[in-house]
């Protein structure tokens, strides 16, 4: 027994230090092997067998660089993207995004499909599996990590549930993981799509401020990028950012309360207003968690995103007293991206606890 506890040690012990240099490659794409040891804290000498253990897996190739001068040139060493994929898929209340990407999290294919309404949760892992089925049609079985869902919320990360979605009827506590992973026969991880979209965001560098991706599309929700990592909360309930209420006497929301930020923004007039009221929201939002930055994302946003961004902007500086100095900016990234966030699922949970033979 203490014989296999030691090799189970030391086979941990290869995986972090694995780990390590995957993170710095992935983080800063190509890099001179020599270089690997001061950057992670390794010794040269476990920085070369971990390198061969990498090459031997297939996850990263080496690079001699041209000789410029007397000596041995240096070898540069990266990431194969081709060596592994993940699928990552956005569900939302009237479709849904699949993406296949490689091992840096690069779009290889995609596809996107809607759905009726009303859709039920048999339909829609159907759909998703036949989405599964064509993006994986001629990629080989070993070269796939698995399957990352992003959904309209709440959901339950740790278990892969989905407890009580807004404005899904028949979506409420929902095993999406477990089922999606018996009709693919993939690893599958389920997340918010508000927390796939800020891993979007964050991912390959979280080295970021502060961040809130706020989500306006079907739905409102927030993405909590806090130290570098996606904010999930204890039950995985962070984020429910569109059912802050706003008028305790207004209109009545999905969710079974009144004056929700969601509904409001739903029966605002203009977009103009429908921005204010988001200024509004986020104000204290900025102020309960500290924000520095605040990322605009979604479908409404990308139909006028300067109203948006304008509008939140003003909230922010004409609030009594003002917050702290905050950046609002219009997201960069495309549609997909909560998709792509859904694959790092996957591909995170591999880098993390790359298998070495």
């Known amino acids: 027994d203490a014989v296999d506890a ?23 794409g190509d890099v001179r092997q020599g ?5 992670t804290g390794l010794t040269q000498q476990a920085v070369s067998k971990i390198l061969a253990d990498l090459s031997a897996a297939g996850l990263i190739e080496r690079v001699r660089q041209p000789a410029v001068d007397v000596g041995k040139p240096p070898s540069i060493v990266r990431l194969r993207p081709q060596s592994r994929c993940a699928l990552g898929a956005q569900l939302d209340r009237d479709g849904y995004t699949m993406v296949r990407t490689g091992l840096t999290g690069q779009v290889e294919d995609l596809t996107v499909g809607s759905l009726r309404a009303g859709f039920t949760p048999a339909q829609a892992i159907s759909a998703l599996h036949r989405a599964a089925r064509t993006l994986l049609r001629d990629v080989p079985d070993e070269r796939v990590l698995g399957l990352g869902v992003g959904t309209v919320g709440p959901v339950d990360h740790r278990t892969g549930r989905v407890r009580r979605a807004t404005n899904m009827a028949g979506w409420t506590d929902v095993p999406l993981r477990d089922l999606l992973a ?20 964050c991912r390959p560098h979280p080295d970021i401020a502060a961040t809130a991706v706020v989500l306006v599309g079907t739905g409102i929700g927030a993405g909590l990028i806090i130290d570098g990592k996606v904010f999930r909360g204890s039950r995985s309930g962070a984020g429910e950012f569109g059912h802050v209420t706003l008028d305790r006497n207004g209109p ?3 969710c079974g309360r009144r004056g929700c930020l969601e509904v409001l923004h739903q029966q605002a007039a203009t977009t103009a207003m429908r921005a204010r009221l988001l200024g509004v929201a986020l104000t204290d939002l900025v102020r309960i968690l500290d924000i520095e930055r605040v990322v605009l994302f979604g479908r409404a946003i990308r139909a006028d995103p300067q109203a948006y961004e304008s509008g939140v902007i003003g909230v922010l500086r004409e609030t009594q007293p003002p917050p702290h100095a905050v950046e609002v900016e219009i997201s960069s990234e495309d549609e997909t991206a909560a998709a792509v966030g ?16």
């Open 6 to 28: 030691q090799g189970a040690d030391v086979r941990q012990l290869r995986r972090h230090n694995a780990a390590l240099l995957l993170d710095h490659m992935l983080r800063f």
């Open 35 to 39: 270089m690997l040891a001061a950057a």
């Open 182 to 201: 018996r009709r693919t026969g993939l690893p599958v991880m389920v997340d918010k799509d508000t927390n796939t979209a800020a891993l979007a965001h």
């Open 252 to 254: 009545r929301c999905a």
């Open 342 to 357: 859904a694959a790092w699922l996957p591909l995170s949970a591999f880098l993390a606890q790359p298998l070495l033979s």
